[in-house]
């Protein structure tokens, strides 16, 4: 299928409803806060291999969970007395932790998680836009996840558990901790930030990137609270 190749110095995104039918949109372009940024207010998230083009995808439906009406499962049942959760205390040991799941050597596929995008999340994260959830057990990290915060959107990126049980609560508690504060949409853009036993929401392209854009337009200017 058709994409559009685009430059380093480009500064737009074509439209979102041009992906192909896989979600592919565009190739190419270099990677910046800015860029990211920009991906994220018109719908799009990146993916891809290390050694290759950055790919930008808009998939339809896209996956999200819808806050205001999602109720936890009840078949969450992780005995969490044994576990310690915290949000913003340990941000680059969360991306730590993703890497040493994620990035198989031999396997350099397209969960790897590089240094480059990960001293862009660190940016992201200074600038009060990148949070992260950590699970505990005695002291030690064994779970967590990240993501970036736009007004009333998170875009989910990266879970990981190295116990059983630990990315349960991370999500639980995200989830928890974004519908208190109001949020309107969990983006599970990613392979890298699904749990399974949670019953997502399809929502289709165009109105996902219309809520994207009016969420940008609205808080432009206005921090995330997380």
Same mark, same amino acid.
């Given at each position: 299928?058709?994409?559009?190749?685009? %430059? %380093?110095?480009?500064?737009?995104?074509?439209?979102?409803?041009?992906?192909?039918?896989?979600?592919? !949109?565009?190739? /190419? /372009?270099?990677?910046? @806060?800015?860029?990211? =940024?920009?991906?994220?207010?018109?719908?799009?998230?990146?993916?891809?291999?290390?050694?290759?083009? &950055? +790919?930008?995808?808009?998939?339809?439906? #896209?996956?999200?969970?819808?806050?205001?009406?999602?109720? =936890?499962?009840?078949?969450?049942? @992780?005995?969490?007395?044994?576990?310690?959760?915290?949000?913003d205390?340990?941000?680059?040991? @969360?991306? *730590?932790g993703?890497?040493?799941?994620y990035?198989? $050597?031999?396997?350099m596929?397209? #969960?790897?998680?590089?240094? #480059?995008?990960?001293? &862009?999340?660190l940016? !992201?994260?200074a600038?009060?836009?990148?949070?992260?959830?950590?699970?505990?057990?005695?002291?030690?990290?064994?779970? /967590? !996840?990240?993501?970036?915060?736009?007004?009333? !959107?998170?875009?989910?990126?990266?879970?990981?558990?190295i116990?059983?049980?630990?990315?349960?609560?991370?999500?639980?508690?995200?989830i928890?901790?974004?519908?208190?504060?109001?949020?309107?949409?969990l $983006?599970?853009?990613?392979?890298?930030?699904?749990?399974?036993? &949670?019953?997502?929401?399809?929502?289709? *392209?165009?109105?996902?990137v219309? &809520?994207? %854009?009016?969420?940008?337009? %609205?808080? +432009? $200017?206005v921090?995330?609270?997380?």
């Amino acid at each position: 299928m058709p994409y559009f190749e685009l %430059k %380093k110095d480009d500064k737009n995104f074509p439209p979102a409803y041009f992906a192909d039918i896989e979600g592919l !949109l565009a190739v /190419g /372009g270099g990677m910046s @806060v800015e860029r990211l =940024m920009l991906a994220y207010n018109n719908g799009i998230f990146y993916w891809h291999y290390p050694l290759k083009h &950055i +790919k930008w995808w808009s998939p339809d439906p #896209r996956i999200v969970i819808r806050l205001d009406s999602f109720k =936890m499962p009840e078949e969450w049942r @992780v005995d969490d007395k044994e576990f310690k959760v915290t949000a913003d205390t340990a941000f680059e040991e @969360v991306l *730590r932790g993703c890497q040493q799941i994620y990035n198989v $050597d031999g396997q350099m596929d397209n #969960r790897w998680l590089t240094e #480059r995008m990960l001293r &862009i999340f660190l940016e !992201l994260h200074a600038k009060g836009l990148a949070h992260s959830v950590e699970v505990r057990n005695n002291g030690k990290l064994v779970g /967590g !996840l990240f993501g970036v915060a736009i007004g009333k !959107l998170f875009f989910g990126e990266y879970l990981f558990s190295i116990v059983p049980g630990a990315d349960e609560l991370a999500v639980r508690h995200l989830i928890r901790r974004l519908k208190n504060r109001e949020y309107r949409l969990l $983006d599970m853009q990613k392979q890298t930030f699904f749990l399974p036993g &949670i019953e997502y929401d399809e929502m289709p *392209r165009l109105e996902y990137v219309d &809520i994207c %854009k009016d969420n940008a337009s %609205k808080y +432009k $200017d206005v921090p995330s609270v997380f």
